[in-house]
């Protein structure tokens, strides 16, 4: 899917015409009421609905149930586009909402990044699009090296330079603003949803997660037909999974077969599975599945946005979506987003002892024991009252210091900001100055509290790689979705109180809540979770010459953000922990993505953008 949304004027006309006659594949046009083009783009069948009032038109692109006659009541009660707040914080599914109405355009995406807005002036226009290619075709866009430069920062930059593009020009939209378009071709970016408090207690807030997970889920099987999910034997994909076994369609379970022999989700999953008795079972043997880091060399045609986090899996994945699309799948759900909404962070108790400190004593008491943490360092970490602009300038400071260990407890708005070993002095620079420069700027965090920023910002990181893992499997003919990253589910996720939410002694015990009466208590009980790491091995081992090949000539050196040689010492060296790989995978999946922009471009322009 990729669409472009214009405003309502004569000038934009002009855009719509250029950009049909330069698109590379046959497209769909929706107009305004006045006749001009209002969206062009291309949609798989059934991911549009979209109703009309007078002069007035409204479309969710995506995946909702809701019917064109419920739209058009929200139009005839709307005297504006901001009067569609209340529609747009209503409806269960994940879809970009945009809407004409009397010579205005809003353009809004999802609260994760699932559904994402990009703006760019085209010829004095503003224009709006899911995805960044076309607007780069428009407007030849040129890359920005210091946004590539975050790339390579880990575990992730820090919020709000997460949200940067990589190219000159073309800006993401806020998560929680929608892009008002103007008939002259200026813009304006409104804010309409905001996170809510963490007030409801466990019990009220179960229920509200149950409903909204059970809509999120139907909306992708009400249509019928089949379609499959993870069950792995984690309490995320096995709740999916019991979900959509309560739609109509036809469910097919998937599972990759683990390379540990040690890794007990195969025990879990055969257990989930013998209570799903009229779904299909698919689990892929481990000799079948690409091993990991498989088909590195290979460009992506359609690499535009940023590099594919998930590039040490991109093989299973185009694998799994191939594999599973002949097994007759229209569509394939995900437990991903799971972890970043339910699981109980230690970053929780900085909230948790301003506001129930009685409990926040006992819960102290297990994650100590859990993560062997130090009596002072652990006090000094909860009593941190830095702003978040603070916060922020601060881990300039710390880009080159040591990755922070399990056993440090860390309370900040974020965690272990680091360049690794082999990024360039001057690529630390630019990294330096624009976390600065930010900082100076004064920017609010996602949420007042450190912990409902952390999830949130968790939630967009996932989102996006969601997305781009979503554009790839859907080219291989299995669309992806994650309906733990709907607005709705997240939405109920962080209204739980922090006390309950984040309870060590428990696990995810918000999600179990909800869960309950659904999914058997005995696989809700599961008290361990898996790893992965002996995948991670193999697949160092197996691809270890594509891999030595890759640091070759590496793009990233050529543009000075890296060391080649120090990338490559730590890329084919030992790993006695398998901490130590995480740093390497987004500078893989960077160098990995320059050179599919570098292939598809007869002319790539690079550029050092303004940090």
């Known amino acids: 899917m990729e669409f472009v949304v214009l405003p309502d004027g004569p000038a934009a006309a002009a855009v719509g015409a250029r950009l049909l006659a330069e698109q590379p594949t046959p497209t769909q046009i929706i107009p305004h009421a006045s006749g001009r083009p209002w969206i062009i783009g291309r949609f798989p069948p059934g991911e549009v609905v979209q109703a009309e009032a007078g002069q007035r038109r409204i479309a969710l692109i995506g995946a909702t149930s809701v019917a064109p006659e419920t739209l058009r009541r929200a139009l005839e009660r709307a005297r504006s586009v901001r009067d569609l707040d209340t529609t747009a914080g209503s409806l269960p599914g994940s879809f970009h909402l945009v809407a004409s109405f009397d010579g205005r355009v809003r353009v809004q995406g999802s609260v994760s990044a699932i559904r994402q807005v990009f703006r760019a002036t085209v010829s004095g226009t503003v224009v709006a699009a899911d ?51 103007s008939q002259d071709g200026q813009a304006h970016e409104r804010r309409w949803w905001h996170p809510p408090e963490p007030e409801v207690p466990l019990t009220a807030g179960a229920a509200t997660i149950r409903m909204a ?71 892929f043997a481990r000799e079948t599945i690409p091993a990991c880091f498989t088909g590195i060399l290979a460009a992506d045609a359609d690499a535009g946005e940023a590099p594919f986090e998930m590039i040490r ?40 002892i301003r506001t129930a400190p009685l409990t926040a004593v006992r819960q102290l008491r297990t994650h100590r024991a859990l993560y062997r943490w130090k009596r002072l360092p652990l006090l000094a970490s909860l009593s941190d009252r830095r702003s978040f602009a603070r916060w922020l300038a601060s881990t300039s400071e710390t880009l080159t210091a040591a990755p922070p260990r399990p056993t440090d407890p860390d309370s900040g708005w974020a965690s272990g900001t680091r360049a690794p070993a082999w990024v360039t002095d001057e690529a630390v620079g630019r990294i330096r100055d624009v976390i600065r420069e930010t900082a100076v700027s004064g920017p609010e965090p996602l ?33 992806l979705h994650a309906p ?38 005995g696989v809700l009980g599961r008290p361990t979770k898996a790893e992965f790491s002996a995948e991670v091995y193999h697949g160092l081992r197996a691809n270890r010459r594509d891999l030595a090949e890759l640091c070759e000539d590496m793009s990233l050196a050529r543009a000075g953000l890296i060391d080649p040689a120090a990338f490559r010492s730590a890329l084919l060296g030992l790993h006695p922990v398998p901490r130590t790989l995480i740093p390497l995978e987004g500078t893989l999946a960077s160098e990995s993505w320059l050179r599919s922009v570098s292939s598809s471009d007869s002319t790539p322009a690079v550029a050092g953008g303004k940090p």
């Open 447 to 479: 949420a007042p509290l450190r912990g409902q920023h952390f999830a949130l910002q968790a939630a967009r990181h996932c989102g996006g790689a969601m997305r781009r893992a979503g554009e790839l499997t859907s080219r291989h003919g299995l669309p």
């Open 131 to 181: 995805r960044p290619q076309p607007l780069r075709r428009l407007t030849g866009a040129a890359l920005d090296e210091t946004s590539l430069a975050l790339q390579l920062v880990k575990p992730l930059p820090p919020w709000p330079l997460t949200e940067r593009s990589l190219w000159q020009g073309i800006e993401r939209l806020a998560h929680d603003h929608y892009l008002e378009l």
């Open 213 to 283: 997970l059970q809509e999120a889920v139907a909306v992708r099987t009400r249509g019928g037909g089949t379609v499959s999910a993870d069950l792995s034997g984690g309490m995320d994909s096995t709740s999916i999974s019991f979900l959509a076994a309560e739609g109509p369609a036809r469910l097919i379970t998937t599972r990759w077969e683990a390379e540990d022999p040690a890794n007990d989700d195969r025990q879990w999953a055969t257990r989930a599975a013998r209570s799903l008795p009229d779904a299909q079972h698919q689990v």
């Open 313 to 352: 899996t991109r093989a299973q994945l185009i694998h799994h979506a191939r594999a599973t699309a002949e097994l007759g799948s229209t569509r394939h759900l995900s437990g991903d987003g799971g972890d970043e909404l339910f699981y109980a962070l230690p970053i929780y108790l900085h909230t948790v």
């Open 484 to 521: 733990f990253l709907d607005d709705r589910v997240i939405e109920a996720a962080l209204s739980v109180r922090f006390v309950d939410r984040g309870d060590p002694g428990a696990y995810k015990p918000a999600l179990a809540a909800a869960m309950r009466g659904i999914v058997p208590d």
